[in-house]
């Protein structure tokens, strides 16, 4: 399933390809929704200011539960049948079983390009 969607923006001041990217006020925390890959470019452009790359660390966590991959710069994820278009909890998943999850579904989605002819079909939701 696609993971980004129209109106998916709430927050003012918007990053392209990273939604409702917001900083927790007085730390220097940083939230957003799952971003594309030119997003997490344009977030750490915002963060690091004009010393990206930045000499020191940063922590990125994807507090995602459901697997996810990257199809032409673009996050998908493998979104349980019941679950989409709102929020998949899906209960007591670690890192393990999402980094299996996920090399799985990278596996189930290079099958279906070769079995269609190079092309993945993906679905797009908004729930109204």
Same mark, same amino acid.
């Not at 129209?6 to 917001?22: A, E, V």
């Not at 493998?78 to 393990?96: F, H, Q, S, W």
């Given at each position: 399933?696609? =993971?980004?969607?129209?109106?998916?923006?709430?927050?003012?001041?918007?990053?392209?390809?990273?939604? !409702?990217?917001? +900083?927790?006020?007085?730390?220097?925390?940083?939230?957003? @929704? %799952?971003?594309?890959?030119? @997003?997490?470019?344009?977030?750490?452009?915002?963060?690091?200011?004009?010393?990206?790359? *930045?000499?020191? *660390?940063?922590?990125?966590? !994807?507090? +995602? %539960?459901?697997?996810?991959?990257?199809?032409?710069?673009?996050?998908?994820?493998? +979104?349980?049948? !019941?679950?989409? @278009?709102?929020?998949?909890?899906?209960?007591? &998943?670690?890192?393990?079983?999402? *980094?299996? =999850?996920?090399?799985?579904?990278?596996? &189930?989605?290079?099958? +279906? &390009?070769?079995? !269609? @002819?190079?092309?993945?079909?993906?679905?797009?939701?908004?729930? &109204?």
């Amino acid at each position: 399933m696609a =993971d980004h969607f129209d109106n998916i923006q709430k927050l003012p001041d918007p990053i392209p390809g990273c939604p !409702n990217f917001r +900083r927790i006020p007085g730390y220097k925390v940083y939230c957003c @929704g %799952q971003p594309t890959v030119s @997003g997490f470019e344009a977030c750490l452009a915002k963060v690091c200011g004009e010393t990206y790359p *930045k000499d020191g *660390k940063i922590v990125w966590l !994807n507090l +995602r %539960q459901e697997p996810s991959v990257y199809i032409n710069g673009e996050p998908i994820c493998a +979104r349980p049948a !019941n679950k989409i @278009g709102e929020y998949a909890e899906l209960g007591d &998943v670690t890192r393990d079983s999402v *980094k299996a =999850d996920e090399l799985e579904f990278l596996d &189930v989605c290079k099958a +279906r &390009v070769e079995e !269609n @002819g190079g092309k993945l079909k993906v679905v797009d939701i908004s729930k &109204v």
